[in-house]
């Protein structure tokens, strides 16, 4: 009876593990990694895979998490593949903190040669000028927050050093919008065509970090180069729900979160709608509340977050 108790176990789990979905896999993956439990997360992105390998993100995601476990030869296999299926952006793989320990292997020169023999292909006719100076504001732009970050989320974050990073990532941020708006205001919002993913990504950023007054003025402009394909909808969504939170109003694809005054709790800031918030999110091409909020450490709960929401915006002094 024992055996057979056993051998059922062993099979209800196989069925269980087959009825799991690629992105089911992929949020539990995803989850490990923000609790730096790399090992485990390695695991199901391994799960993941063996159903397909599309999406350059999760393979790069993939890629960090084997890189942060020390299985570096997964984590070379994960970001080739990533490279392979569209990964473009030189100027993040060079800072990313995640892949450093790659950086001594001999691999990793072999892999950033395979990645810019790609982009010389695809940016034979890119403004080559431009790309480069927005891959530098990139860097700029990048770097300084994720030492930002890295103090921020020390165990015990130094406060002198929060504000010291904290200036000089100011000064850098009104440097790099001095340039953005330079090129903006010359030649509008450049598609990937012009500057690469990367380059277009970096108009987003900038703009996406300044003060409101220039995210209102160039929240038109990019509005229309979405229409145009010039710029990522998903990015538009982002600087959407920015702009509106801090005019006083909901966002509208929930991806701003804040500190609740009351709890002193990580939350998602007020929405419009919450029930449809995830078909909006989709229309533009983001991943669900639930996903998004795995990658903030903070567990959805539409019911909940419905039930919370007029307090929050009480304590926002959000408009109705």
């Given amino acids: 009876m024992k055996k057979i108790i056993t051998l059922s176990f062993i099979m209800l789990r196989c069925l269980f593990m087959q009825a799991q979905t690629y992105k ?3 949020h539990k993956a995803d989850s490990c990694y923000t609790a730096k439990n790399y090992e485990l997360s390695v695991s199901y992105y391994d799960k993941a895979f063996k159903i397909e390998q599309k999406s350059w993100s999760d393979l790069y995601n993939a ?3 084997a890189s942060m476990a020390g299985q570096h030869k997964k984590a070379f296999k994960w970001l080739n593949l990533s490279i392979d299926n569209g990964y473009e952006n030189m100027a993040h ?3 990313d903190e995640d892949l450093k320990h790659l950086h001594s292997e001999k691999q990793w020169n072999k892999t950033i040669e395979k990645l810019q023999k790609k982009l010389d292909v695809i940016g034979a006719n890119y403004d080559k000028a431009l790309e480069k100076q927005l891959a530098e504001i990139y860097t700029e732009d990048q770097e300084i927050r994720g030492e930002f970050m890295n103090v921020y989320r020390a165990t015990k974050p130094d406060k002198k050093k929060i504000d010291s990073i ?4 100011e000064r850098k941020d009104s440097i790099n919008l001095i340039k953005v708006m330079k090129i903006l205001d010359e030649r509008g919002w450049l598609g990937k065509n012009v500057v690469g993913t ?26 229309e180069a979405v229409k145009n394909g010039n710029a990522n909808p998903g990015n538009l969504a982002y600087l959407e729900d920015r702009v509106a939170l801090r005019e006083g109003k909901k966002q509208i694809y929930g991806s701003q979160s ?4 009351k709890t002193g ?17 989709a229309e533009v091409g983001l991943g669900t509340m639930a996903e998004y909020a795995t990658k903030l450490n903070i567990e959805w709960n539409l019911e909940e977050y419905k039930k919370e929401l007029a307090e929050t915006e009480k304590l926002e002094n959000t408009k109705p």
């Avoid at 904290?166 to 990532?169: D, Q, R, V």
């Avoid at 804040?258 to 005054?261: A, H, P, T, V």
């Fill in 258 to 261: 804040l500190k609740n005054k």
């Fill in 198 to 223: 990367q380059g277009n990504q970096t108009l987003f950023l900038v703009i996406q970090h300044a003060d409101l007054q220039y995210q209102q003025k160039y929240l038109p402009m990019m509005r």
């Fill in 63 to 65: 890629s960090c998490s």
């Fill in 24 to 26: 089911e896999w992929v």
């Fill in 265 to 281: 709790k990580i939350c998602i800031a007020p929405m419009i709608d919450p029930d449809n918030v995830d078909k909006r999110r």
């Fill in 166 to 169: 904290g200036k000089i990532m």
């Fill in 93 to 95: 793989i060079k800072i």
